[in-house]
């Protein structure tokens, strides 16, 4: 059993920077691959960066690619992203993922744990 919890949300104008946060309790943080998705207001979940057990592997929604970094430190159980030159459209409830598996998957389906979610707001 892995739990999963996220920090780091908030408000910021657009152009500005945020760093969340997922820590999981539980065995074997280093055996899962980690994402983070996030879901807008009346849309569906979707897949915004995931990362390999190692860090070795990265993927990230072509909406994201070049502003938003996914990192992890297996040490302290903690998967991060780092999202810069936020724009509005980013505005969302964001959450940790994670997948007992090598490889990096995109589908909300196949991820077996869940954080609660941290809202991101980001102003015009």
């Known amino acids: 059993q892995v739990q999963l919890v996220e920090s780091g949300g908030g408000l910021v104008q657009a152009g500005e920077s945020l760093r969340l946060s997922c820590t999981a309790s539980g065995r074997s943080f280093s055996s899962y691959t980690m994402s983070w998705f996030r879901q807008a207001p009346g849309e569906e979940r979707k897949f915004v960066a995931g990362i390999n057990w190692n860090g070795g592997t990265t993927l990230y929604a072509d909406s994201v690619k070049g502003r938003f970094t996914i990192s992890r430190d297996n040490a302290k159980n903690t998967v991060y992203l780092q999202m810069n030159r936020l724009k509005p459209e980013d505005t969302a409830v964001y959450y940790c993922?994670?997948?007992?598996?090598?490889?990096?998957?995109?589908?909300?389906?196949?991820?077996?744990?869940w954080g609660q979610g941290t809202q991101v707001t980001v102003s015009s």
């Open positions: 993922a994670a997948l007992l598996s090598i490889v990096v998957v995109t589908g909300t389906d196949d991820y077996e744990y």
